[in-house]
């Protein structure tokens, strides 16, 4: 069982900048691959950016650039560091903890077993 609390969500004016943090319990939470999901009102909850066990990281085209995901196993916590930011940006981040057992790449919001419940990032015009 893992359990993911998110924080460092809040207000801030296009342009700037924030770093989300994600604490994970337990003690295998080096081995989970991490993501970031976000969710606007009205629209279905949408990838962000996953960092694997090894460092490796992908993100999508929509924050590439901008955003950086990371991770240090010491602390059991993942970041989202997000900067540049733009009104299109407002959600709710969500981070998750994919299932150890998935083969291949995958985005998938199916395939992550544990959610954070999420935390409030308004960009402001």
């Known amino acids: 069982q893992v359990q993911l609390v998110e924080s460092g969500g809040g207000l801030v004016q296009a342009g700037g900048s924030l770093r989300l943090a994600c604490a994970a319990s337990?003690?295998?939470?080096?081995?989970?691959?991490m993501g970031w999901f976000r969710q606007a009102p009205g629209k279905e909850r949408e990838f962000v950016a996953l960092?694997?066990?090894?460092?490796?990281?992908y993100s999508a085209a929509s924050v590439k650039g901008r955003f950086t995901i990371s991770r240090d196993n010491s602390k059991n916590t993942v970041y989202l560091q997000m900067s540049s930011l733009k009104p299109e940006d407002t959600a709710v981040y969500y981070c998750?903890?994919?299932?150890?057992?998935?083969?291949?790449?995958?985005?998938?919001?199916?395939?992550?077993?544990?959610w954070g419940r999420g935390t409030q990032v308004t960009v402001s015009s």
């Open positions: 337990g003690r295998t939470f080096s081995s989970y691959a």
């Open positions: 998750a903890a994919q299932d150890p057992g998935i083969v291949g790449f995958t985005t998938a919001p199916s395939t992550f077993k544990y």
């Open positions: 960092i694997w066990s090894d460092d490796r990281t």
